[in-house]
């Protein structure tokens, strides 16, 4: 399957299931940016894979992309709430 196929495949079959398993892990009540993570997951993905080549497991890339920006995220807002918000 080519990159202009497998994307779309790939959106409609696992997004819904990447946000589930981010609103897991950062609670649900940051399920808008669970999906905000989940989307720029897949625009990293057409990108990336323009240049680089699909990965081996393209589902396990996606999931591991996203829990890596939902870590960071996570790690950015403990930050701010540290740091700026109590000023």
Known sequence: MQQQELIPHLFRTEYSKITA???KHLGIEYMEMAE?????TFLLAYETWAYKGIPANPTAWLYAVA?????????RKQIFTGKIALT
């Open 21 to 23: 398993v981010l609103c």
């Open 36 to 40: 905000d993570i989940a989307s720029d």
């Open 67 to 75: 829990k890596n920006k939902a870590r960071n995220a996570l790690y």
